[in-house]
């Protein structure tokens, strides 16, 4: 389309130019046809003949027609080659501005990958190593695949005190015959109520305050006052301002 008025554009020059030629001709032929003006002499009138025209410059002439063959052979050979120059710039810019080819989707799509982690069971380390501590998972499911995987989580909470020590004598066990303490969720539980919960708990507190060996010691200052905390409330002292002594009736602090 784009050659197709380009053409029509230089066929319409053409035709402006050989009209603008004829025009020109045609004045000039009429320019020399014409009788120059005299002034008129009242005395006498003379009588010019008209200037001879060669015949070569008037339309219709061979060599007129020749001049105008080469002049039109001499347009369409611009304009051929100006069409050419087109044609290539186009192809040039056609072939830079090709998308570049699709690629088809793939028809094995990828799968994202699995956030899920699997969970790795405490290391174990000999008695001389120090206290293995397991952290506790993130979200509790009360799901668990059997009861050892539920005795690890339970113990993964043992991280201090007489915990961790209880802790650290487990995982011993484990490494040194290879195999777990338990067997069983109900025979940790047996073990751990014997452990942790003794039956007459007020009573064994309440010898442990009255009894003469109740001291400080080398422990600290804090830890004493956690375990003596801790004592008057499992003796149930803590309920309300009470007067103790080891001798009740010769009290050494009177209210």
């Known amino acids: ?23 020109s001709d045609s004045d000039s032929t009429h320019t020399a046809l014409a009788p120059p003006t005299v002034p008129q002499d009242s005395s ?9 025209v060669p015949s070569a ?21 611009a ?3 100006q069409s050419e120059q087109l044609a290539k710039i186009l192809a040039a ?10 690629q088809p989707p793939s028809q094995h799509p990828t799968r994202p990958p699995s956030s899920a982690s699997s969970s790795t069971p405490p290391s174990h380390h000999s008695s001389g190593a120090s206290h293995a501590k397991a952290s506790p998972p993130g979200i509790f499911d009360v799901r668990f695949q059997d009861d050892i995987a539920k005795i690890v989580w339970a113990l993964s909470y043992f991280q201090k005190g ?10 011993d066990h484990d490494h040194l015959y290879g195999s777990s303490r338990f067997d069983t ?11 942790f919960m003794p039956e007459d708990e007020l009573t ?27 004592l008057i409330t499992m003796a149930g002292l803590n309920v309300e301002p009470v007067l103790y002594s080891t001798n009740p009736t010769n009290p050494a602090i009177k209210a």
């Open 1 to 23: 389309m784009r050659n197709a008025s380009i053409l029509e554009f230089f066929s319409l020059d053409l035709l402006l130019q050989l009209l603008n030629t004829s025009e």
């Open 44 to 52: 006498s009138t003379p009588q010019f003949s008209p200037p001879s």
């Open 57 to 77: 410059s008037l339309p219709g002439s061979p060599m007129m027609s020749e001049a105008f063959d080469t002049h039109l052979a001499h347009l369409e050979q």
């Open 79 to 81: 304009s051929q080659s």
């Open 93 to 102: 810019l056609q072939g830079r501005n090709c998308p570049p080819p699709t």
């Open 162 to 171: 007489r915990a961790a020590t209880y802790c650290q004598s487990l995982i």
């Open 185 to 195: 969720w109900e025979e940790f539980k047996k073990e751990f109520i014997r452990e």
């Open 204 to 230: 064994q507190a309440s010898l442990t305050l009255e009894g003469a060996s109740y001291f400080q010691g080398t422990t600290s200052v804090d830890k004493y006052v956690d375990n003596f905390h801790a």
